[in-house]
C-alpha cells in the first residue's frame, strides 16, 4: 500500500474576478520508503497539493488516503488526530520553541498527543541528526542547520507515515542544505520513512528518488531520479512557455521571500545548476528564517504552537494560517 495517495484532487480559492484554480485534478501516489519532491513554478499549485495532501486543506473535490485512511470523511476531530500521530513536518522556518530545550522540542508534539515516547527510538533519531550533545541547548544557541535537524527529529519522534517538508532547506546557506538534504535522505534509506518535499531548487531536489514538477495545478512530469540538470532543463521549458502574470505569491510557507527558483521571471537565480540559458535554483537565497510566513497561523495540531512561539510564524502549514 503506498504512504500516500491523492485521487482527482483539485481546490478552488474565490477571488474578486473568476475563482483562482490551484490544482486541476491531481493524481498521484507516494510509496512508502521515496523521497519524492515536488516541484514547479511558483503559483503552480506545490503548497496546496502539499497541504491538502497533509490533511491541513481540504479540497474542493477528490481523495486523499494515508495509507488506508481517507482523510476528505474525516472529522476536524479524527483529521487534528491523525495529523499529529502519523504525519510530521518540517518547515523552511524551523517552528522551534525557543523556551524550551532541544530535547523538549523533539518531545513536544508526543506530549501533546499525550503519546509516551518510545525512548530507543527516540535515542536512534538523535544519533542519527546528530544532536546528542546539545540536547539541553535552547534553539538560539544552534546554528540553522542545527535548528533544522532539531526540527526533523521532532518530526521524526512519533514514527509518522509520511513526513511531509516545505522548502525545509530555503533558509539555509548550501553547505548546511546539503547536510539536511543528507540528513532527509538518511531517514528514507535507513528507517524506511517516507518524505515529501516541496523545493525550488533542483539541487535539493536532485536527492530525492522522485520529482513532480506542477504546473497550472497539474503534474506536467512524473520524473524518476531525474539529476539537477535535467530538473532545471524541465523547470527552465516551464519557464519559457510561460509569461509571467503576478509576482510570486505571497502567502503560505513559500512566502515569496525564497522564491528563488521560480523559472517564470526567467532570471532566477543562485548558484547551482544553469539549463537552457536559464539559472533554475540553487540552494537557499533569501535567508528568511521567520516571522513573514504565516504569523497568528494558530492550529490545533499541535504543530503550531501558538502561545508559546517564539515569533517563527508558526502558521506556514496551518489551518488558519494568514494566508
Ligand atoms: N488562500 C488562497 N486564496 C486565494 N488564492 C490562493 C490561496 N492560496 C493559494 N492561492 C492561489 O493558488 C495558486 C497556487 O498556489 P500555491 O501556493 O499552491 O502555489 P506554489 O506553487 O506553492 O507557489 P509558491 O512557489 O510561490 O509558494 C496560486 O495562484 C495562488 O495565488
Known sequence: ??????????????SDDEPVTALAGVDAEFERGTFT??????????????????GLDRPSSGHVWI???????????????????RIGFV????????????????????????????????????????????????????????QQRVAIARALASRPEVIFCDEPTGALDTNTAAEVLALLRGIVDDHGQTVIMVTHDPVAASYADRVIVLADGRIVHD????????????????????????PSSSRGMSDGATSIGDVTAGSASVGGVTAGGVTAGG?????????????????DDGMSFGGVSDGAGFGPLSRGAAR
Request: glycine share 14%; proline share 5%; net charge positive.
Open 91 to 146: 518547515f523552511q522556518a524551523f517552528n522551534l520553541i525557543g523556551a524550551l530545550t532541544v530535547e523538549e522540542n523533539i518531545l513536544l508534539p508526543l506530549k501533546l498527543s499525550g503519546n509516551r515516547p518510545d525512548r530507543a527510538w527516540i535515542g536512534q533519531v538523535i544519533d542519527q541528526v546528530g544532536l546528542g550533545n546539545r540536547l539541553g541547548h535552547r534553539p538560539s544557541a544552534l546554528s540553522g542547520g542545527q
Open 283 to 299: 540552494a537557499s537565497v533569501g535567508g528568511v528564517t521567520a516571522g513573514s510566513a504565516g504569523v497568528g497561523g494558530v492550529s
Open 1 to 14: 500500500m503506498s504512504a500516500v495517495r491523492v485521487q482527482g484532487l483539485t481546490r478552488t480559492y474565490p
Open 223 to 246: 520524473l524518476p531520479q531525474p539529476g539537477a540538470a535535467r530538473i532545471a532543463e524541465h523547470l527552465a521549458a516551464l519557464g519559457r512557455r510561460r509569461v509571467p502574470t503576478r
Open 67 to 85: 495509507g488506508d485512511t481517507e482523510l476528505t470523511k474525516l472529522s476536524e476531530t479524527k483529521l487534528t488526530e491523525l495529523r499529529r500521530g
Open 37 to 54: 519532491a515536488v516541484m514547479g513554478p511558483s503559483g503552480s499549485g506545490k503548497s496546496t497539493l502539499l497541504q491538502a495532501a497533509a
